[in-house]
């Protein structure tokens, strides 16, 4: 499933298309991506550039107004007809609503929160990696015998393929006539929200604050960094808990699912529900007073002190540094 906006996909679409063009070559099938709405050509060509051998643009009305039971039900008729063998859908928003409904309607599996997958060449059947128990554990899905086989990816497995101008692919569009009966919610208004700065999901480096800190005002420090390195802020459920940043900020169990190459971490504990959603991190770099704390347990490098006195001598060798 691919998403776009202003004119160009997402970069999840493209991580999920490379994913796909891993699969398309262990098993031979072809890589197709399906796009809701009008999208300009622009977006057929770039997904075909980058990877894809088909695109299908699903049309209607109700599509453009981005009506998610419209897509749902454009996305079911596509799977009856079609019979795609496995179906790809990116940890965002949608891909977290269509995916486990798109599920139910067709009585198929879905692997959520998936983190690797591979083709098992003895039954030809995908097998997938996800955390289980709060990201404490990793298990290993084995899909049944029936198709669609549904996976939510996380973001940042799988590196986008740079794009060839040359490649050449099928584009389909598929008019489906959605019964206005499904439809029940209606978008009045759209408020595009000025982004500041890197988004988590794609940020390299990020610096994430816990109730450690004791209020909203250290986060000034925590951007500070953050910027020095190129990077976003993030923070624990318990900060926007309690007010100190929105919740567009938390990382975790029922926050964002991050995989930075560096995430430093200043006044957390390591709580489980926490490290589930930044388990994919590559290096995590931990200041906290509490030496017994569960994030050293996790860290590359970790730092037992105050933070008022450890961030501020790290700040600037950084700085010294860069």
């Known amino acids: 499933m691919g998403e776009w906006s202003d004119g160009g996909l997402s970069v999840t679409t493209g991580e999920l298309i490379a994913a796909g063009r891993q699969l398309s070559n262990d098993c031979g099938i072809p890589v197709a991506v ?8 622009s977006v057929s060509q770039q997904a075909i550039a980058i990877g894809a051998d088909e695109v299908y643009l699903l049309r209607s009305p109700y599509l453009d107004e981005g009506s998610s039971e419209a897509q749902l039900a454009s996305l079911e008729k596509f799977c009856r007809d079609i019979q795609p063998a496995i179906a790809l859908f990116p940890k965002t928003r949608l891909g977290l609503e269509l995916g486990p409904r798109l ?16 083709l098992d060449q003895a039954t030809n059947r995908i097998v997938v990696d996800r955390p289980v128990y709060g990201g404490n554990a990793v298990a290993k899905l084995r899909f049944p015998p029936r198709d669609p086989q549904l996976i939510i990816l996380r973001s940042k497995l799988y590196e986008p393929i740079p794009a060839d101008n040359s490649r050449h692919g099928e584009i389909s569009e598929l008019e489906y006539d959605i019964d206005p009966q499904v439809v029940k919610i209606k978008r009045i208004e759209t408020v595009n929200r000025k982004a500041d700065g890197i988004s988590l999901e794609e940020a390299s480096v990020i610096v994430a604050g816990g109730r450690g800190l004791g209020g909203p005002e250290p986060f000034e420090q925590l951007q500070a960094l953050a910027d020095i390195l190129g990077g976003a802020v993030g923070a624990s459920r318990a900060v926007c808990d ?4 929105e919740h567009s900020y938390q990382i975790g ?20 529900q926490h490290m589930a959603g930044c388990s994919g991190a590559k290096d995590v770099v931990a200041i906290n007073k509490d030496g017994d704390a569960n994030i050293f347990k996790t860290a590359s490098f970790g730092v037992v002190g105050e933070w008022e006195k450890v961030l501020p001598a790290f700040i600037d060798k950084v700085k010294e540094l860069i």
């Open 253 to 272: 169990l029922t926050g964002k699912t991050v995989t930075p190459d560096l995430y430093i971490t200043v006044g957390i504990s390591g709580a489980s």
């Open 34 to 41: 399906v796009v809701f709405g009008s999208a300009p050509e």
């Open 242 to 245: 309690a007010g100190w940043l």
């Open 103 to 118: 599920s139910f309607r067709l009585n198929v599996v879905l692997a959520q929160d998936s983190i690797a997958m591979v």
